[in-house]
């Protein structure tokens, strides 16, 4: 039994286990997972501005409040699924193999 | 079963998960990176692999390859390692995208799977035995990535895991085309039997590692006559699928035991099932739950597991390819639970080798009734497993 009360639980962040390595240079791994977290956050980014538009266009003004309480409709989601969809292509974008 | 209609609605649990506007986008983001891993570069591997590292080691004198030979080649190769490393990290950010509104949503989890306990307005009941020890097959490692896993308890009548591994679980399946809803391998499953054995009406049928029931839950519709139990070792995620299941209207039984050694009588079970399982127990263990499943079902009962496809029933490239969680997703087991037989085990275990079974069968949100009735009669193959098929294993009883 654990007794921490409920509102002051932090789960745990990090991953019982051996974190495997993929590359001979364990400094590309961890390269990886900046890239990875900093693509999101760019992501997470343009999605807030694509909200401050969309309310702009649709009301003339823009609160935070507004921005947390916006919920996108279907046709919304699909457009922006389009756009993550095609972000990540031109992301990673592999060479040809040697 | 399925519960009468209640006056007052029972509140869903998962309605108190209200991540902000950016993490809702985090999250977004993250189903793709993820697709981008297990769809699109694992589509652009095989292609490597087939059109140039095959050839080279046909010239070098290694093919046919074993699944070892091939990952060993692969591993020097920058599209494996990329793969790899998007792979990875996808699976942790699922979890991490979605731990502080879990983490904000606890105090009033906690509150409402306790009241739920206690009231089982949809008839269902939840049973835990706080001195059950835990098999070091679960505390180890935090298998798939998941940080503490199913079963860490971090407050009084905690379900913090059970929400981290649900919504972790639907930002991992959000944008894969054959992981339509939670639940989906029960429904295929439940869909299946009642395809080939129309006549069976199970008055009783058990979920083993049901976690919070997502596998569960479809045979209470598929079966309403029948009585409903889930059993995992690990008492959040069950705390929280009985809350789910409630607010479902589900009366499901969920109760924590080691399915190595169960409380029920014998043969009290005319249908066991269980999905993404076994490869998660070590193998001893694995001998042990067959012959419990021995134990427990009904003379005339059936039991039929989802896992993956074993080393004999696919090709050396698909090892390599499934193989690879074993080192890189925490799931130790993996390998060399592929590597058994499964009618083997079966047969281990004490059942009929010829009333035993393996096969693929169609994945049903995606397949199509019209189609499933082809498979059926034969005309049409299954989708491979995780393709639009699932591998199901198991025994009729005699």
Redesign the interface.
């Known amino acids: ?7 002051q ?9 051996k974190r ?1 390595r ?2 001979d240079d364990p400094a590309i ?1 961890q390269m ?2 900046f890239m ?2 900093l ?3 760019v ?2 980014l343009r ?2 501005m694509d ?1 401050v538009e969309r309310l702009l266009e649709e009301r003339g003004s823009v609160t935070r409040a507004a ?2 309480a ?1 919920q996108p409709s279907a046709a919304v989601e699909a457009e ?2 389009a756009w ?2 095609a972000y ?1 292509k031109r992301i ?1 974008r ?2 040809p ?1 040697v | 079963m399925v519960a009468q209609a209640s006056e007052i609605p029972v509140p869903n649990i998962e309605e108190l998960f209200r991540p ?3 993490e809702r ?2 999250q ?3 189903s ?2 993820r697709k ?1 891993a297990i769809i699109d ?1 694992r589509r ?1 591997l095989k292609e ?1 692999y087939e059109s ?1 590292i095959e050839p080279r080691l046909d010239r070098e004198g290694r093919k046919p390859a074993d699944w070892q030979t091939i990952e060993k080649a692969m591993q020097q ?6 793969y ?3 792979r ?3 699976q ?2 699922c979890y ?1 995208s979605v ?1 502080p509104a ?2 904000r949503a ?2 009033a989890m ?1 509150g409402l799977a306790r009241d739920l306990a206690v009231r089982n307005p949809a008839g269902g009941s939840l049973r835990l035995n ?1 001195d059950l020890e835990l098999p070091k097959y679960i505390t ?3 298998v798939h ?5 199913v079963h ?5 009548d ?1 379900v ?1 895991q059970g929400a ?1 591994v649900s919504f972790g679980g639907k930002v991992f399946t959000g ?1 894969h085309p054959y992981r339509k809803r939670p639940g989906v391998v029960g429904e295929s499953i439940a869909y299946w039997i009642g395809k080939k054995y129309p006549n069976f009406a199970p008055r009783r049928i058990l979920d083993l590692g049901t976690t919070s029931g997502k596998n569960l839950l479809p045979y209470c519709t598929a079966f309403p006559q029948a009585e409903v139990h889930g059993i995992d070792v690990a008492a959040p995620v069950l705390r929280y699928g009985h809350a789910l299941a409630e607010h479902e209207g589900l009366a499901a039984h969920f109760s924590q035991q080691n399915a190595e050694q169960t409380d029920f009588p014998d043969g009290h079970f005319d249908l066991i099932v269980s999905s993404f399982f076994f490869h998660e127990v070590a193998l001893k263990a694995t001998r042990k739950i067959l012959a419990e499943c021995k134990r427990l079902l009904a003379p005339g009962g059936l039991m039929v597991h989802m896992e993956l496809p074993d080393e004999a029933s696919v090709s050396p490239y698909e090892n390599f390819f499934w193989n690879w969680d074993t ?2 997703n ?1 799931e130790p087991w993996y390998t060399a639970f592929r590597a058994e037989d499964p009618l083997a085990l079966c047969a281990a275990a004490g059942f009929d080798a010829a009333r035993s079974f393996k096969l693929h069968i169609p994945d049903i949100a995606t397949f199509g009734e019209e189609r499933h009735a082809r498979f059926m009669r034969g005309e049409l193959p299954s989708p491979a497993h995780g393709a639009g098929g699932w591998f199901v294993f198991g025994a009729e009883r005699g």
């Open positions: 039994m654990n007794d921490t009360p409920a509102d639980v932090r789960l745990p962040r990090e991953t019982k286990g495997p993929f590359f791994d990886m997972t990875l977290e693509t999101t956050e992501a997470v999605e807030r909200t921005i947390e916006y922006r699924n993550r969809e990540l990673y592999m060479h193999p | 902000t506007h950016d986008a985090r977004g983001m993250v793709f990176i981008l570069m652009a490597d140039r190769e920058h599209i494996f390692r990329f790899s490393a998007v990875y990290n996808a942790e950010m991490l731990q879990v983490e606890l105090p906690v706080p180890a490692l935090d990535l998941t940080p503490g896993w860490s308890e971090h407050t009084a905690d913090a981290v944008q080192h890189n925490n």
